[in-house]
């Protein structure tokens, strides 16, 4: 996980850019993430987000965005726990 990743989410959610389910299941699935025929839900993307958010390695996420930041104390916040309480309430599907 790049810091860049973690620091576009937050910007996605600070505007309310709502998740597009059906274009990141198409995605995953090209990926390997999520299987062929199955939905996914709003709730599959919360919890798969919590797991993410729980093994993030946040000292490093925090160094990848440092040079290009100017207040580098909004970095202060970024936890599994920062992440995982924006999720629950900002994030929106469409």
């Avoid at 620091?7 to 309310?16: I, K």
């Avoid at 025929?37 to 987000?49: F, N, Q, V």
């Amino acid at each position: 996980m790049k810091g860049r990743d973690l620091y576009d989410y937050v910007w996605y959610l600070a505007y309310s850019i709502p998740a597009d389910l059906k274009h990141l299941q198409s995605r995953m699935v090209q990926t390997g993430h999520w299987k062929k025929g199955e939905t996914l839900t709003e709730k599959d993307l919360h919890e798969l987000l919590d797991k993410r958010f729980g093994v993030i390695d946040y000292g490093q996420a925090k160094q990848d965005v440092f040079p290009y930041i100017t207040d580098h104390s909004a970095l202060d916040l970024w936890s599994a726990e920062f992440f995982k309480s924006i999720t629950a309430d900002k994030l929106i599907c469409g």
